[in-house]
């Protein structure tokens, strides 16, 4: 199936760079990299790069669990990688990988959100709550919407009652 690692044994040239440029890396499935995540989903710097990593971990492996039955098709077909699966491509690149990250680094987003919240909510923040909310409502949202739009599944269902 899939895997992922968050830093795999340290080299030497590791050791000095800085984690917001590393990558963590994955097999099928696109590997991550962290300074893309902060430009992307405008995370501040109030967002330690150890926090980042490990929100980015967590969501990685919810969003590849979401996607696993999904992905088992294509590698039973012996599809290499999430790259290799058919679909338009824009820009030289598979939308699945563009819908990929989006759901990553939303749903790592939409997390970091709710813990820095719990933590660092002031007075003032109190009444902030609600922007939060939808923010974090937003964010797993859009989330939910790209790992529907990869397994090409409604985005919505509708039952009349």
């Known amino acids: ?18 984690l917001a440029s590393q990558i963590i890396e994955q097999d099928w499935f696109p590997n991550v990299d962290i300074s893309h995540v902060r430009k992307a ?18 969501s990685m492996g919810e969003v590849n669990s979401a996607l696993a039955t999904w ?12 790259a290799d ?5 824009i820009g030289g690149e598979s939308v699945h990988l563009s819908r990929y ?6 749903l790592a ?3 970091m959100v709710e813990q820095y919240r719990d933590y660092d909510t002031t007075a003032d923040g109190n009444k902030e709550v609600e922007t939060v909310r ?4 937003s964010d797993r949202r859009i989330a939910r919407n790209a790992l529907n739009d990869i397994r090409g599944t409604a985005r919505m269902s509708v039952e009349l009652v």
């Open 1 to 18: 199936m899939s895997s992922f690692s968050a830093v795999q044994a340290p080299n030497a040239a590791a050791l000095n760079t800085p």
């Open 41 to 58: 989903v405008r995370l501040t710097g109030t967002v330690t790069d150890e926090r980042l990593q490990a929100a980015l971990v967590r």
């Open 71 to 82: 992905q088992a098709t294509y590698v039973a077909a012996g599809i290499a990688s999430l």
């Open 85 to 89: 699966v058919p679909a338009p491509k």
């Open 101 to 106: 990250r989006d759901a990553v680094y939303y």
């Open 109 to 111: 987003r939409a997390n």
């Open 134 to 137: 939808e923010t974090v409502d």
